[in-house]
């Protein structure tokens, strides 16, 4: 059974930083992991993304203030964000997408997996 679990969110001012985890259960080594957030009454949208090598790739929207990164021993994808704004507010999720595919990781349509998500409120 293929399980995806995030935690982390929470409330913090503007300015602060968070850090999200994603524990990954049940999948193969050809999967790679996206985070993506959604807020009430908007459609999901793509944050940030590591592929099945490790390699990272950043919306515009996450340049130069989060990071992504794995720990493979703990089959766990984490995502730290820092200079946290107010439209940063969302439920995040991470997903997961078979790198067979070939899809767009940007696409949450392509995504096989999704976690429960995380509440992450930015307050001004």
């Known amino acids: 059974e293929v399980e995806l679990v995030e935690l982390g969110g929470g409330l913090v001012q503007a300015g602060g930083s968070l850090i999200l985890s994603c524990k990954a259960s049940g999948l193969t080594a050809d999967y790679g992991i996206g985070w993506f957030r959604q807020a009430p009454g908007k459609e999901r949208e793509g944050v940030s993304y590591?592929?099945?090598?490790?390699?990272?790739y950043y919306e515009d929207s996450a340049k130069g203030r989060f990071s992504i990164f794995r720990d493979r021993v703990k089959n766990t994808i984490f995502l730290q964000m820092s200079s946290l704004r107010p439209e940063d507010t969302a439920v995040y999720y991470c997903?997961?997408?078979?790198?067979?595919?070939?899809?767009?990781?940007?696409?949450?349509?392509?995504?096989?997996?999704w976690g429960q998500g995380t509440q992450v409120t930015v307050s001004s």
């Open positions: 997903g997961a997408v078979w790198v067979g595919s070939d899809a767009d990781y940007a696409d949450a349509d392509a995504y096989h997996h």
């Open positions: 590591i592929t099945s090598d490790g390699n990272p």
